[in-house]
């Protein structure tokens, strides 16, 4: 019974020791919408109201090449191919927050949760233009950020959302509806050629 009781305490530590990861992350430059890049603060994501979603997001290792994959909403954390929704904070504007700046952190992430081995891979930021992303609009991804193992007593690494943080970034990358989507559009607009087809 003792021996059994030490190899589970080993198995304990072993599973402690590897890679957890704990982020600090932030983006104090802000966010303009698309084409609206500098035009402030009337071009900034949530001048006027409205509330919008910042995401931590983890991607493989992948020898070194991490791909952060496209927008998906179908699912439910909008993430497609091996990426991994790990976190998210929704932002508001209550005046000051026009610019859609946010810090959140540290915060520990564990394998356990995931079940993924955190440490080694990478992690990036997302943030939306809206609370409710759908085809045609656009976000922004953050530089990914290799993730170091952390056992406890580690400084969190700090992860930054903007990539010019003087400026602010704006908002370039489109969500491109799915497939189903294009397929249900592209059926109507056969529908409208036929009927333009008998009228003529
Ligand atoms: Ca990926």
Do not use: H
């Not at 402030?40 to 994501?45: H, K, Q, R, T, Y």
């Not at 006027?48 to 983890?58: D, F, H, K, N, P």
């Not at 580690?154 to 602010?168: A, C, H, M, Y």
């Amino acid at each position: 019974m003792k021996k059994l009781i030490a190899v589970l305490a080993l198995g304990a530590m072993a599973a402690t020791s590897y890679g957890d990861i704990n982020i600090n992350w932030r983006a104090l430059g802000g966010f303009y919408k698309n084409g609206q890049f500098g035009v402030d603060p009337a071009g900034a994501i949530l001048f006027g109201g409205g509330t919008t979603i910042a995401q931590l997001i983890w991607t493989p290792f992948n020898g070194g090449s991490p791909t952060i994959d496209a927008v998906n909403v179908g699912n439910p954390n909008y993430v497609s191919g091996d990426d991994v929704f790990l976190d998210s904070i929704t932002l508001t504007n209550p005046g000051i927050g026009i610019y859609a700046d946010y810090a959140n952190g540290p915060e520990t992430y564990l394998n356990s949760t995931y079940g993924q081995t955190l440490q080694g891979g990478y992690v990036y930021l997302r943030i939306f233009q809206d609370n409710t992303p759908t085809g045609g609009e656009y976000y922004f991804n953050g530089n990914p950020l290799l993730a170091n193992a952390y056992t406890g007593s580690e400084s969190p690494q700090t992860l930054e959302g903007n990539t010019d943080n003087v400026n602010g970034n704006q908002l370039n990358q489109l969500i491109v509806p799915e497939p189903s989507v294009l397929a249900f559009l592209g059926a109507g607009a056969l529908v409208v050629a036929i009927r333009r087809m008998r009228k003529a």
